[in-house]
């Protein structure tokens, strides 16, 4: 199996010190002729991928033609309505295989992409190893 | 291309909970705001990645 490897990103807690680390990568989005480069953490416990609504904004996506998914729910209960929009993502180290992703697009999320079970843990295997900070991608 | 993947050498508090336009080779900032749209309004079509940067002090769970 051809495993590509990737490590964890790093950043400062300024407030308690130290550093935080998360499984993420960088992901082209791609909406048509818009394009949009940004950070995407690998989220094994989202049902479907997740972007803010931000996103959505700069990849002019117009929420009022949007199938809308009315009860999005976060580990502590708090309901949301999302907007599904079908897009095109290219996975670092896999540009040369775009991906089609059926995408929530969730107003106030503060995190700008969630790659989830649908579509990404179906395209990709994952393994992630954590007491090296790093973590492995294969599409075979 | 190379990357630099340790963000924690350009960024620092002022960044903090930012969106932040980081250079193809993420080595350096082109520019930071509060809003996505506007950030992207002021740099352009020029070749960037945006990264959301994390609040200080906070834990998450998605």
């Known amino acids: 199996m051809n495993w590509k490897e990737f490590p964890y990103s790093r950043s400062l807690d300024f407030k308690n010190g130290g550093y935080v680390y998360t499984p993420s990568l960088e992901i082209e989005i791609i909406n048509g002729s818009r394009k949009f480069s940004t950070d995407a953490i690998i989220d094994s416990g989202s049902d479907c991928t997740m972007m803010s609504g931000e996103v959505a904004q700069v990849l002019g996506i117009d929420f009022s033609k949007c199938e809308k998914d009315p009860d999005i729910k976060g580990i502590l209960g708090a309901s949301s309505e999302g907007f599904i929009a079908n897009i095109k993502i290219k996975v670092e180290k896999f540009e040369d295989e775009p991906l089609d992703v059926k995408v929530t697009f969730i107003p106030g999320l503060n995190t700008p992409v969630l790659l989830g079970q649908n579509d990404f843990f179906q395209h990709f295997q994952v393994l992630f190893n954590k007491k090296k900070n790093i973590f492995k991608l294969s599409s075979d | ?47 960037v990645t945006y990264v959301k940067t994390r609040p200080s002090g906070v834990k998450f769970a998605f």
């Open chain 2, 1 to 47: 291309m190379k990357k630099n993947t340790d963000l924690t050498k350009i960024l620092n508090k002022i960044h903090q909970d930012k969106w932040v336009a980081l250079t193809p080779n993420r080595e350096k900032v082109v520019g930071y705001s509060d809003s996505l749209v506007d950030l992207k309004e002021k740099i352009g079509d020029k070749e």
